[in-house]
């Protein structure tokens, strides 16, 4: 009898499991989950326009965005796509709703040591599979790292009615340039409480500045929300490795998912909505083929594009906001996030980038496809 073990039961891990458990799968399913990273700490964002498995987890939903860049503050419409919100706890409720009911589906509280082609290693016990999918072990040779995305948030709450409730922050470069390339995300949950975010882009090896961020943050608060004094009520930071090569996630039965299935993008440090796509394919390879190998990979000319800009900031830190400037230029943000979401085409790449400095754009390529050429 098949049976999946999936390492892990995160974002990538429970959106699996709801994706098998509605693909009809008939194979026992078990989640290892040693809780290092509780649920009920964590939140998503995202953006779509296509309806998902788990939109019943969202817990906002807009439909504009705001950008300041260059000195000047846009707020713009998201066409066809909508700009979401989903908790962790509302996750695990929502894919519960689709793998509780079905007994063969199981979670188990333990410690993942290692991940085998017969099965994982739980607490020092084997656990026999055929397919394991891994989000905590990952693959043993990753490509090198070509940036990383350091963020510090802060769940706010503010005396004054400080936020617009209706509108996310998509990037606000008002901001100390913290040991990279800077700006704020502001995540507003009412008009007095909000997540609010400092984002670096820095060089692969750059110690995180965790007081500096810290620093910008509560500036930013000040002078630019004018909060009128604010209390920090959680804070959150992480170091994200950002790769724009691809990530052999494949090594036999066991399959790597998630973070460690190279699906952040480099360009952006969002995984929620690739992970859907990512775990809605695999489900529908199993059910097809009884195997989880069929599962679409967009353009390699994007993970080029991604490459390009990580090289170009790391040079030149400035460039970021001319990049975000020129990508969110337009009436709606749908092109942006269009391109952003690796669904555009090429002649609509080319009105995009024409808001860039060409020259520096395609020095850049140049020296990636040269580097690309020495190492093969
Ligand atoms: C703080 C933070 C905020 C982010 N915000 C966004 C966002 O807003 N939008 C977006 O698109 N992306 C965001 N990302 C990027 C990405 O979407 C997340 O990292 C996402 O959670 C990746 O999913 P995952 O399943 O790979 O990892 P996780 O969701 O982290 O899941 C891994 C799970 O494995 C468990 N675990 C770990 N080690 C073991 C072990 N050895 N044994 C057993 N269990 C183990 C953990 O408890 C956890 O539940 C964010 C990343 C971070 C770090």
Redesign the pocket.
């Known amino acids: 009898m098949t049976r999946i073990v999936i390492?892990?039961?995160?974002?990538?891990?429970l959106?699996l499991a709801a994706h098998l458990a509605v693909a009809d799968h008939r194979h026992p399913v078990v989640v290892?989950?040693?809780?290092?990273?509780?649920?009920a700490e964590?939140?998503?964002?995202?953006w779509s326009d296509r309806p998902g498995l788990l939109d019943a987890a969202a817990c906002r939903w807009f439909d504009r965005i705001r950008v300041h860049v260059s000195g000047e503050t846009r707020v713009l419409r998201l066409g066809r796509y909508r700009y979401r919100v989903v908790r962790g706890g509302d996750l695990a409720a929502v894919a519960g709703r689709f793998t509780a009911p079905l007994r063969h589906f199981t979670t188990l509280r333990?410690?993942?040591?290692g991940v085998e082609q017969d099965g994982v290693v739980?607490d020092g016990q084997h656990l026999r599979a055929t397919w394991v999918f891994d989000?905590?072990?990952g693959p043993a040779v990753v490509p090198p790292v070509d940036a990383c995305l350091a963020?510090r948030?802060w769940y706010v709450r503010s005396e004054r009615a400080a936020f617009d409730a209706e509108i996310p922050t998509l990037f606000d470069f008002r901001t100390a340039q913290v040991g990279g390339a800077s700006f704020v995300y502001v995540l507003p949950f009412d008009a007095h409480h909000a997540l609010v975010e400092h984002t670096s882009f820095t060089a692969p090896g750059v110690v995180e500045n965790g007081v500096a961020q810290g620093e910008a943050l509560g500036e930013y608060l000040t002078e630019v929300v004018r909060t009128g004094g604010h209390e920090v009520e959680r804070a959150?930071?992480?170091v994200?490795p950002l790769r724009s090569r691809p990530v052999s996630r494949w090594n036999g039965s066991v399959v790597a998912?998630?973070?460690?299935?190279g699906?952040?993008k480099a360009s952006t440090?969002?995984?929620?909505?690739?992970?859907q796509r990512d775990s809605a394919a695999i489900a529908e390879s199993l059910h097809r083929h009884g195997h989880p190998f069929d599962v679409p990979v967009p353009p390699a000319r994007f993970r080029m594009f991604d490459g390009v800009l990580l090289d170009v900031v790391r040079r030149e830190p400035a460039q970021l906001e001319r990049a975000f400037g020129a990508l969110f230029r337009h009436r709606t943000a749908e092109p942006a996030l269009r391109f952003l979401d690796e669904a555009s085409s090429m002649p609509q790449e080319w009105q995009l980038f024409a808001g860039m400095p060409a020259a520096t754009y395609l020095a850049a390529a140049r020296d990636r496809l040269a580097a690309q050429g020495r190492r093969t």
């Not at 290892?32 to 649920?39: T, Y």
């Open positions: 390492a892990g039961g995160g974002l990538s891990g959106s290892v989950d040693d809780g290092s990273r509780p649920l964590r939140t998503w964002a995202s333990g410690h993942v040591d739980v989000s905590v072990i963020f948030g959150e930071h992480a994200l998912i998630g973070a460690e299935a699906l952040l440090g969002f995984a929620y909505q690739r992970i």
